[in-house]
């Protein structure tokens, strides 16, 4: 093809729909760059074509994913589970240990604090220390 013409929208729109919306296939199937496609497409309001080209993939994966589900395919019940039935109840709990499994140290450093915002109390649960230059905080790992 080679231009990009209004008379040509439609062999345009085509080519974006059997390229699945890849603008740069799309434009390499027309012989055009992918540059001056995307100038085309803006100019022409055919960002709908391309965003509806995707939406059909889209459809695509997510059959592939619920033929996967229901072929009880281990990672996409996981998957599925973890992601689309957190409602439910399955969701993953990360626990997060400080060094060989001890509980986990932030140590945060004050820059140049007016006097009156120094943190000069100590807290005496002993999770909290507060120093003037320092702030540390223990956190139990559970």
Known sequence: ??????????KIKQAI??????????????GVSRCNLHVFITKHGLRTVTDEARHEIKDVMEDQFFNAIRNGEPWAVKFG???????RGYVERIEQTGAEGGPVEVKVKYADLP???EPTTSHSNGHIRIKPDLLTVKLNGR
């Open 1 to 10: 093809m080679g231009s990009l013409t209004v008379r040509n929208i439609t």
């Open 17 to 30: 729909i059997d390229n699945d919306g890849i603008v740069s296939k799309a434009a390499k199937s027309l």
């Open 81 to 87: 589970l973890t992601t689309l039935c957190k409602d």
């Open 115 to 117: 006097e009156w915002q």
